[in-house]
């Protein structure tokens, strides 16, 4: 029997971030896994489980669930919720520099 080796990750993201459109919506969806994945580090380093942030939060353990699996669009006061009860700050910032001109913007 031959040695099986699975798909590199890494190599797999290469390979297919080669292709435009899928680069495009990668680059779309990083910000919601990215702050999705601090929520998660954050909640690990607290030691608190799902049912544990839920039950601070005021919310069910599937909320939490859901809220992590990114596939569920909850409420803004659910993420600040729950970025409040793990000790996080939610802020924006831009991604380039942009100039703006504040007789458009408020015009």
């Given amino acids: 029997m ?3 080796e699975g798909t590199n990750l890494i190599d797999f993201k290469k390979e297919l971030l080669k292709d435009e459109k899928a680069r495009e919506e990668y680059e779309c969806l990083r910000p919601k896994y990215e702050l999705i994945h601090t929520l998660i580090e954050r909640r690990h380093q607290l030691r608190i489980s ?3 942030l839920a039950r601070i939060t005021g919310t ?3 909320a939490i669930s859901r809220l992590e699996r990114g596939d ?3 409420t803004i006061d659910t993420l600040f ?4 009860a ?6 924006l910032k831009s991604r380039k520099a942009v100039k703006l001109n504040y007789n458009k913007v408020h015009a």
Avoid: C
Wanted: net charge positive; no cysteine; proline share 5%.
């Fill in 2 to 4: 031959g040695k099986f």
């Fill in 50 to 52: 799902q049912t544990g």
């Fill in 60 to 62: 069910k353990q599937p």
């Fill in 72 to 74: 569920y669009n909850t």
């Fill in 81 to 84: 919720k729950v970025a409040s």
């Fill in 86 to 91: 793990l000790d996080l700050d939610i802020s």
